[in-house]
């Protein structure tokens, strides 16, 4: 470090002999310039990589307060709430929040100062290198075109490396960002609104440099301000700091600040799951998804909640603790995706991969975030409910959610009415339509719940119509006269106490048919391949060969939603479901009708919210945030996350979110690996029993599609779905139109508290035990010894 002026000297010779070509040649300006552009870039990379040790300790800057940066800023905007500050030199921004006298910067004001070691064997510093990418406030990655390369960049390039410049307005700041080695360049927009900090990206303002050419790049990532609140392990007094970040995953999860997992890897998790369109050679690792484009940092009193509100469609939810990747920050962001990629395989050759990156423009008109702040109501730290109240007032009144008439308790049951199985008659093979659940039968399973004692249902049924059965598209109200027909189904639906949703699944489809044909209404990868949805071997996850069905272009999906929805109008049902449409999240990449995911969200949005006027209820089978406010009740919510290693316990963020609002029910208790567990998160997360059933027994479903419902057949379930539905009911009934409004988890993870909140009554608290297998509602215990089989004790 002593000698950096020796080393900038020797560095930019060396730099500028490699630079000059043997023989003499004339260079132009714009050479000169670009050569020496190039020259300091590569000197500050070698310059600036040695570690930081704590013999220089004595060297670094001093620390300063939020309000020092803020006296060294510029005020550019203020309002009741919030002032907004902007130091261009350190290129950074601050959000001063009035109600708690809090400051939140767009990158941490003592980055060149924080003397916290990293690496306890060296005795080193983070380096500073990687000091400045965490000053900058805007990151990037771009996808290379030259052939020899067709790839992304491993590591985002930050704005440390790019031209910056500001302009002021009223609202706040515009800077634009021109990052001249990678050919791209836009502005980025900074608000200050009535209750946020609204930044933006317009796809318009953009510019890319040789996207038409061999040899060319494009922007494939955007990290619009990665260090947005970022904490630091230990604050401005020395002190370690206390919070935590909470991440979409599942149900929703809890990272604290400073958890000691560093040789963790980072979350990272596209959110509304992956992109169906590109088909992996080996199956997916299984994972919750990430139905909320929402994350929360919190720190103490106060906090930030940050949404996605534009570009949700293609953004991924990314977080680090303090100890990752050689830095000392906790912090959560997100990062766009602007171009999705599919790979290509030469003559079939797995080993011959080539990157193909999604064709033309960029096709989301904006890429936005809104950090709201929060701030706790009783002093204390800022709770997990208050996090996800900002978000559910965002639903509220930016997307239309309004609060739904609340239902006494319902047992929330998915049926499968058929499937074909292989068969044999006079010795030839047949694929035979074979009823699983017909509709007299769920009237039996209905009935003799009935009898133990539930009052209410909610059916969500499926399959069941020849063309469902049968795999392919089914767009009318055709009950199969192998489950009973018509009449049958309408009795099944008219009975008292049931309201069942007939749910028609069109995400894939097995053969052409009905209009929809597999060479026209399928779905194109980037790769320009058909998107044919694999299996995968049980044993070794790789793709099983022959045909597997397609998955239908988004293009086709007004089809479908206008064909159901005036079949199901012309019979006068007014309940209806759309299978996957309201969870899964694909792209069309033809060159004649591209749909990216952002168009394909757009899509469904749209015809949710006109099948809800044409119909009037609609299910929804687990739920995208963008389908939240066009239905009347959500099944198969999740009642836990992935587990990554990251986190640190789970929590019910999506349950919180939408408790007093819209109906859920939790994921099928019947499906767990551990009914127990989770029949006691559904209780702690305010969630309606779920299972799923068939009448069938389970030898009649093996070797068909069914083989993953092994665990359906009602007669060995019943008694515990009962059971478990009178234990929810004496818990939670009443709470329908309560909102979640405090959520705690105590120190050993094994007891939640939750509290439900209504304007003019008094509170509600609800205890469960995980390990004590127990349960209270205002102190009052209520018996579950019944609903469990102990295998928590």
Same mark, same amino acid.
């Given at each position: ?23 003499? $040649? ?12 190039? +020259? ?133 700041? @515009? ?28 796809? !318009? ?7 038409? #050419? ?53 979350? @990272?998790?596209?959110?509304?799951? %992956? ?20 994350? &929360? #940092? ?7 909640? !940050? ?5 949700? *469609? ?31 395989? $030469? ?18 008109? %904006? ?23 900002? /978000? ?54 209905? =009935? ?44 099944? $639906? ?6 069942? /949703? ?6 894939? $489809? ?20 058909? *998107? %044919?949805?694999? &299996? ?5 996850? @790789? ?40 969870? %899964?999240?694909?792209? =069309? ?18 015809? /949710? ?10 299910? !929804? ?13 959500? #099944?198969?919510?999740?009642?836990? &996350? ?23 029910? *939790? ?109 209270? +509602? ?16």
């Amino acid at each position: 470090m002593a000698n950096k002026s020796y080393k900038k000297a020797v560095v930019f010779g060396l730099c500028l002999a490699m630079l000059t070509p043997l023989g003499s $040649m004339a260079v132009t300006s714009a050479d000169a310039e670009e050569d020496t552009a190039a +020259v300091e870039e590569t000197v500050e990379e070698v310059v600036s990589d040695d570690a930081v040790t704590s013999d220089d300790e004595d060297k670094l800057p001093d620390k300063i307060s939020n309000e020092q940066a803020a006296a060294m800023a510029q005020k550019l905007s203020e309002n009741d709430k919030f002032i907004l500050y902007g130091d261009e030199e350190n290129e950074r921004l601050g959000l001063y929040v009035k109600e708690t006298n809090s400051y939140w910067w767009t990158s941490p004001i003592n980055v060149y100062a924080d003397d916290i070691v990293v690496d306890p064997e060296k005795g080193d510093m983070m380096k500073t290198a990687l000091r400045k990418q965490i000053a900058s406030s805007c990151a990037i990655k771009v996808g290379d075109l030259r052939q020899e390369k067709r790839t992304e960049s491993a590591a985002p390039v930050y704005s440390n490396k790019a031209k910056v410049k500001w302009k002021t307005n009223d609202k706040g700041a @515009v800077i634009h960002y021109d990052y001249n080695s990678e050919g791209v360049e836009f502005d980025v927009h900074y608000e200050l609104c009535e209750d946020s900090l609204y930044v933006y990206v317009d796809t !318009a303002e953009i510019k890319e440099d040789n996207i038409s #050419t061999v040899d060319g790049k494009i922007l494939t990532k955007l990290q619009l301000c990665p260090y947005f609140a970022a904490t630091p392990s230990v604050d401005y007094e020395g002190n370690p700091t206390e919070g935590y970040m909470i991440i979409p995953d599942g149900s929703g999860a809890v990272i604290n600040y400073n958890n000691g997992k560093g040789n963790y890897p980072d979350y @990272v998790q596209q959110v509304y799951g %992956r992109d169906y369109t590109m088909v992996p050679l080996t199956a997916p690792r299984v994972t919750e998804q990430a139905y909320l484009p929402v994350l &929360s #940092t919190v720190y103490g009193d106060s906090g930030i909640v !940050a949404i996605a509100t534009d570009g949700d *469609s293609n953004v991924y939810a990314r977080a680090q603790v303090s100890g990752q990747n050689k830095q000392v920050y906790n912090n959560c962001y997100f990062e766009f995706e602007t171009r999705s990629s599919d790979a290509f395989f $030469m003559s079939g050759d797995s080993a011959n991969k080539l990157n193909v990156f999604e064709k033309d423009g960029i096709k989301t008109d %904006r890429f936005g975030i809104h950090y709201y702040p929060v701030a706790s109501k009783d002093g204390g730290m800022v709770n997990y409910a208050d996090c996800a109240e900002v /978000y559910r007032n965002y639903l509220i009144n930016e997307k239309g959610l309004k609060q739904q008439a609340s239902p006494n308790n319902q047992l929330y049951l998915d049926m499968y009415g058929g499937v074909l199985k292989r068969t044999s008659i006079l010795g030839l093979p047949f694929n035979l339509k074979t009823e699983i659940t017909g509709f007299d039968q769920a009237g039996e399973i209905v =009935d003799e719940l009935k009898g133990k004692g539930v009052s209410g249902f909610t059916v969500n049924y499926n399959d069941w119509t020849n063309a469902a059965i049968k795999g392919n598209i089914s767009t009318g109200f055709k009950p199969s006269g192998t489950l009973g027909g018509k009449g049958d189904m309408l009795d099944f $639906m008219g009975t008292d106490g049931v309201t069942v /949703y007939p749910s028609l699944n069109n995400f894939t $489809m097995n053969k052409s048919s009905a209009g929809y044909w597999t060479l026209t209404s399928t779905a194109i990868r980037i790769s320009n391949a058909y *998107s %044919r949805q694999s &299996s995968y071997s049980l044993s070794f996850g @790789v793709a099983q060969k022959g045909v597997a069905p397609a998955l239908l272009s988004p293009s086709k999906y007004q089809d479908t939603f206008e064909e159901i929805t005036e079949s199901f109008s012309d019979k006068g049902v007014k309940n209806a479901g759309f299978g996957m449409f309201s969870s %899964r999240l694909v792209g =069309d990449y033809t060159r004649k009708d591209t749909y990216s995911r952002n168009k394909t969200m757009n899509t469904v949005v749209e015809n /949710y919210q006109k099948a809800q006027s044409s119909i009037g209820s609609l299910i !929804a089978d687990e739920a995208n945030a963008y389908v939240l406010p066009y239905v009347s009740t959500v #099944t198969g919510v999740p009642v836990s &996350s992935s587990g990554f290693d990251l986190t640190d316990f789970d929590i019910p963020f999506y349950q919180m979110v939408l408790h007093g609002y819209l109906p859920y029910s *939790s994921s099928a208790i019947n499906k767990s690996s551990n009914t127990d567990e989770t029949f006691m998160l559904a209780l702690a997360s305010g969630s309606q029993i779920h299972y799923d059933f068939t009448y069938a027994d389970s030898d009649v479903l093996q070797d068909t599609d069914y083989n993953k419902l092994y665990y359906t057949n009602y007669k060995g379930w019943t008694d515990a779905a009962a059971n478990q539905f009178k234990a929810e009911n004496e818990l939670l009934s009443g709470l329908g139109d309560y909102t979640i409004s405090k959520y705690e988890v105590s120190a050993d993870g094994n007891e939640f508290t939750t509290t439900y909140s209504k304007d003019g009554q008094k509170d509600v608290v609800v205890v469960i035990n995980k390990e004590d297998a127990t349960a209270s +509602v205002d102190g009052r215990s209520v018996s579950i010894e019944n609903c469990i089989e102990g295998g928590l004790r």
